[in-house]
């Protein structure tokens, strides 16, 4: 491939999806503008551009940031090693897998979030409530694609592996575990995003911490505009931990 | 070649040259409709250095064959024993080819091939060396540092069968590699074992279908029976060696093709007539 082909196959996504972007927002603002789009329920993106400046220099948004992302980061690692752990036990003792796997599918469709009060009768009006809430409701997903991904390893890897006389700890280590790793790592995808949807929804809720205090605060005030930019920010942690996540997941797992 | 110009039935090795003698072998199934035989009373030696191919029509056991041989299936009866030493599971002295696409997605090809060496502990350089060894004996140079999702179909059975090389085993153990492959990849890729069998004086059992593919590569062909698997008839080559794919062309080819075919086809209008009984009998869906 030649060198202009190479780079344009590589900087064409990027440049499809920001001018998709661009022109969603035009075509908000226009429908706005022309009244076709309530002004009071959605404000025309550029009030929400031009909010920005007064969001991140009045409303301290750099900590509050910092805050809901640290806070994900611990519920992440949290869910990581606790849902892949659980999902590697499961799927190793089948008495456990068949006892609580219906019990942890369930769980994935709970609304963990409505049982704050008593998250907050433990843990108190903490950070640990929001942590904790995000690290059980995400919990689910990460542990059944744990199971999926190990159990799912091809019956020829796994012969290859006998045929090389491999102990049962080996074979799991160099053979079921790095095979299982693409549809754990969609689990922690998903167990990220529910991780984030439930911090955020909890910040809000109790009115404690980072972003989802500030969305909260800003909605309070009918500052639709601010809500909207501060709703951005979430979107930015997303964004962060989505990128993060795929430079691991392609360290451990160069090529497919 | 007898005197008559007809092709040899082959005799067993010598079972004082035996690497691999595989002695009375009946494997039973436990299906709904019944126990099922897959394979009954199979005996084969397989002499040092010798290249033995096993053919048979689909659903006569040649891969439940390979997999009792190879220590992966245990539940049956009789004996395998490698160089005299009786053995109830996977054994190092035996290396296995797959015949799906088995080398790991996430290790380069270097790294597949040095799998082998890296669970003995071989030292990191030391076991990188070896590993190239046996990726140039493939054929497979310069692509060391690539993911076989990066290879075609036959270079990662090229990578499969290096790997397994590179455990050095004293039998290779190779059921159909080459079955997904194409019909001219698979000549090129035959000549590529012939070779290195020759070179390293590889004692090999390959299971197959393929009737050239047999001939062209072995020095005996067994013929199996539709299920039950027994053995019908043991084909001795006598191609001259050092053998290529050139050798298909040959008048004498041609002959040993059409004998094993006459005993195979047989077998084989039988399994699919056992097929379609099988399939008159389930409901339409």
Redesign the interface.
Known sequence: MSAPAYSHRLLAPPVVGLGALILFFLAVEALIRGGVINRFIVPPPSEIIASFERVIVEEDILNRFLLTATECLTAGVMLTVCGVTGGVLMQRYQLLQRACETWVAAMASAPIVLMYPLFMVIFGRSAWTIIMIGFIAALPPVILKTIEGISGTRRVLINVGRSFNLTPRQLFWKIQFPAALPTIFVGIRLGLIFALINVVGVEFLINFGGLGQLINELAERYDLAGTYAAICFVILVSVLFFMSLEKAERWLRPVD | MSATGKPMEGREANPADAILVADDIVVRFETPEGPVIAVDNISLTVAAGEFLSVIGPSGCGKSTLFNVI???LSNHQGRVTVAGETIS????S???V?Q???T???RTVLDNVA??LE?VGMPKAQRGERARHFIALVGLDGFENR?P??LSGGMRQRVSLARTLA?EPKILLMDEPFAALDEQTRLLLGDKVLQIQQQLKQTTLLITHNITEAVQMSDRVLVMTYRPGKVKRVVDIKLPRPRTSEVVGSDLFGRYVAQIWSDLREEASRGMRDEEAHALQEPPS
């Open positions: 190879g220590g992966l599971g996977p054994h190092k035996i290396g296995m797959f799906e696409e088995s790991f997605p996430w799998f082998p669970l993911y999702g990066e455990s």
